[in-house]
């Protein structure tokens, strides 16, 4: 008997050694991961130098190490940029390589990028160059790394998948492609790919250019870091519970998730790819608003409905939705909602959310009203539940496999929570028609309200430090009704922004966020709002939006 | 110990008594639910009497039994109707008495009322001819039973359910409601609703009215008998393998499987209500063709997306999708597909098929070319296993409940087939995956080819005997691609379709199939084709399909 134990552990000795490699450590993966990206870094020309003292804001340091052009270039709207490429005045070259040296100046600044394509960037100028004027849209775009680039590895932050290698590219870029983009840096991503800051074992951690003790946001944080230092104009992220938007308003600038199975989005490396109970979507991340419909309408005009059936076949409708009335106005109903009822904003989002209420009640044509929120508890009870709905055994699993360790996060979001746990089929029904009906109850509330859009909180406020963005209500909300959202900057945390004396916590999480708070350590650091409004009324948020923000003149800070 | 178990026993048996109160009889619910549908026949003035011989083919016994005046209005286009009603020539009383009048008769005949309605109807037209003008639709509208209208039970053939009451209508009830409809019969519906044909416990089959000896279809399988008779002239079904299109063409008249997410389909009884993996979809059965557009518009004109923001904010497009050339005449190409590579249909569908492309060969415009089909086997094996994705456990609990036997088709579906078993989430995810897979490698498939519009068979054969509806893959097909399909009637089938004497059998499933058929069997039974377009292409379906019926003087028989 003891014998037969021992051949069958021989056995299986044998066939493990010969059926599996030994696991490479997985700091090995991740240094070879970041020599690539240096590798790249160091290939653009002329070299960036580095920066040996990292100071708290970085929004000043790409001023002194660019030249002139490359600054002007880089901190135009796209729009311009466009339009003078397309007019000869620039050349795509120059707006590429500029673009270039700035996010190598980024990554040295807040390590927001996993890899630069000077090369293949700058071939394909040579080439766009040429017939320029007819495409029309040569502007570099930045990518985030799960989105697939043909012969390009793309590991989604998962140590284990490091050598997955996709043959052709996302159905996006390749209709970016077709309209001339130029892509050129891939951002990083958080372990998981499911949480709202971006740290990782390939990269560590990306930090805020405004205040390098604050996260970046994720898990398009690489994405929302490179914009917030103009390393980018218009990039590709990804958004199931806020991954667009938070990224877009920790680093002050621009981003949509749009309603659900209007952009193109397959072609990407993510756990969990048949789950539907919850769609992620693919979306723009800009420093320019305009930017934002022109990427929308860019994709939407390549009929991508057509390769891909699961998408709806509305276009970008141009015409306004809300016409200009004869005394030159527009007449729109705006609700402002301060909290969501589980956990209260830190004092800078309450600041600018009344300073906004109380200046648009004097712009004619505009009504605004409070929004009273409808127990967003529940729907953060019900997303959070389906998220996982094998009880993250997926995720689990790929972390397992790499015997590297659990950043804090992944830990709180797979872990911590009661709502992680592996449902059958039956349950998962049940919690979809639970979905389903406050869907429908939202309807309803909002359909009450009268409005047309509803500015909120992006979240319970701007950025915090590292691996403290616990709670998602803000931004998973509209994951869950599938409304289209906008983020857009409008101040900064001032030292005005005191603590409120008279808080009282509403519940554990509302305690713990109000912990997080100080003017002093939260100094500096963009503050946003997003713009919500109904199901494929997306066309309505952006309308709605340039017309608060040039009728206020927002944003009211000077660089964010 | 032996007086501690007699002691538990006792315990277990009061309980019992206290809180279970006996299982009624399924037969003693079977009978209540007759008797309540023959006391609201009884209600219909003047009476119709009883048919004490019953015909094979049923199609001319309303005319010995009706008015003049009734069959005139039972035998009009709906859109002739409204046109009367709304300019005074007929009272919308007149009209609905006729159609309630006509049920009875069709009642008598093919058993496919579960109950008329009219009290609640005629009263309702008094009060509608008072202001019939401004409203203009006054039509009478029948609806399958599992749509719930307030205060009336709504089992969805499930003997457990007999005593489910819903507190208000069905949205789709309410727009129609608004629009100035009048409700006057409801229609049967198979046991687990999940077959092709119409048979239950609480009212035994549903026959054909061009052939008793023949399935009417399912499982909106009365609504197509009560068509097929002229007791109704526009009625909702629903389908989600082919539930509005086989009784459709089973019986001779219209019917639209739209794509899913435009129709308000909130408001029903069905098993499972939270699967979202194959998604059901409501639609209209009509004895005309401008009657579909005209339905599906109405809803849509009222919004429908508001209340249900599930649905997808698209309107119907009347401008035509085919404009007419200076010739006079509309550029359409024409796919024929004969059979799906599976199960071979009947001689009279390849007939008709035949005849079809030969003639659209000769209409100016028209490009008509045969269309192969791409791995429907694949597709079959996909929606089978995402139907039931709990293993059909809620259906067959349901069914357990009462103690009432199972019908054959019920055993045949949740029983018989391999495909069937309890999945895990993730077994789900992947199986999605598989299905999106699929849908894109389709929609490829017919870019290449190049159609407008497919012409294909609706199912293997004609009308089939009670029980043998074994294979629903000619319509499940388009369910799984969620393409919009329309059914329309060609001609019947004749003597001279006999049995192809080459044929071999592809598989067991074919055999099978070939076994069911002989001209004698199938004797007057409609021969309708399916018209499919790509997803979301509804409008172009219907006018492609109209444009047809006029070249070719569609259908080629006297009553299908």
């Known amino acids: 008997m003891y ?3 021992k051949y069958l552990l021989h056995k299986y000795l044998l066939l493990k050694y010969l059926f599996h490699k030994p696991r490479e450590p997985w700091q090995a993966i991740a240094k070879r991961a970041q020599d690539h990206r240096d590798a790249t870094l160091a290939a653009v020309q002329p070299p960036v130098p580095d920066i040996l003292e990292l100071p708290l804001d970085s929004t000043l340091i790409p001023k002194t190490l660019l030249t002139q052009e490359e600054l002007q270039i880089t901190e135009s709207d796209p729009m311009t940029l466009i339009q003078k490429m397309s007019s000869g005045v620039l050349s795509s070259e120059a707006v590429t390589n500029a673009f270039l040296r700035r996010a190598a100046v980024a990554q040295k600044l807040v390590n927001c990028v996993t890899e630069l394509m000077p090369e293949a960037a700058l071939w394909r100028t040579v080439s766009l160059d040429a017939y320029l004027k007819e495409h029309g849209k040569p502007l570099p775009i930045s990518t985030k790394e799960m989105i697939h680039i043909a012969g390009l590895t793309c590991n989604a932050a998962f140590i284990v998948w490091h050598d997955r290698v996709p043959d052709k590219n996302a159905h996006i870029l390749e209709i970016l492609l077709d309209a001339g983009c130029v892509l050129y840096a891939r951002t990083t991503q958080p372990q998981t790919l499911m949480y709202l800051e971006t740290s990782s074992n390939y990269y ?14 994720g898990s398009s944080g690489g994405k929302g870091a490179l914009l917030g230092l103009r390393g980018s104009s218009l990039g590709i992220g990804t958004d199931i519970g806020g991954s667009i938007r938070v990224p877009a ?11 659900s199975k209007c952009l193109p989005n397959q072609g990407m490396t993510a756990p969990m790819p048949g789950a539907e109970h919850i769609l992620g979507v693919i979306g723009p991340l800009s420093t320019s608003l305009p930017a934002i419909p022109l990427f929308v309408k860019t994709l939407l005009d390549a009929k991508p409905w057509l390769r891909d059936p699961s998408l709806v076949p509305l276009p970008w409708n141009t015409s306004p939705r809300f016409p200009v009335a004869a ?7 705006i609700g402002v909602m301060y909290h969501d009822g589980v956990v209260q904003p830190h004092t800078p989002i309450y600041r600018v959310l009344q300073n906004l209420h109380t200046k648009l009640a004097d712009v004619p044509g505009i009504e605004v009203t409070t929004f009273t929120p409808y127990k967003h508890d529940e729907a953060w009870d019900i ?7 094998d009880g993250g055994a997926e995720e689990k699993a790929a972390l397992a496999a790499s015997g590297a360790p659990w950043r804090p996060l992944s830990k709180f979001i797979l872990s911590e929570n009661l709502n992680v746990k592996p449902l059958s089929v039956p349950e998962v029904w049940d919690l979809t028609i639970k979905r389903d009906e406050y869907r429908n109850a939202y309807a309803r509330h909002r359909a009450v309200s009268g409005i047309d859009v509803l500015i909120c909180p992006v979240g319970p406020g701007a950025a915090p430090k590292v691996d403290c963005a616990r709670y998602w209500g803000y931004t998973a909300q509209w994951n869950l009704l599938d409304y289209p959202a906008l983020i857009a900057p409008v101040s900064k945390v001032l030292p005005i922004d005191i603590l409120d004396p008279e808080f009282v916590a509403w519940n554990d999480q509302d305690a713990y966020n109000h912990s997080l708070y100080s003017p002093e350590k939260y100094a500096n650091a963009p503050v946003s709002v997003q713009v919500v409004g109904r199901r494929f009324e997306d066309e309505k948020v952006v309308e709605a939006w340039a017309y608060v923000q040039e009728k206020l003149g927002l944003p009211w800070a000077e660089y964010v």
Chains 1, 2 share one sequence.
Do not use: C, E, Q, W
């Not at 560590?204 to 970046?216: A, K, W, Y």
């Not at 308003?249 to 309603?259: D, E, F, H, S």
């Not at 005394?327 to 109903?333: D, N, V, W």
């Open 3 to 5: 014998l037969f134990h």
């Open 204 to 217: 560590r951690i990306t930090v805020n250019p405004f205040n390098r003790n604050l996260t970046s946001g």
């Open 249 to 259: 308003a920790n680093n002050g600038v621009y981003g949509l998730r749009p309603t």
């Open 327 to 333: 005394a030159g106005s527009k007449t729109i109903k």
């Open 383 to 389: 997303i959070y539940s389906l998220y996982f709905a």
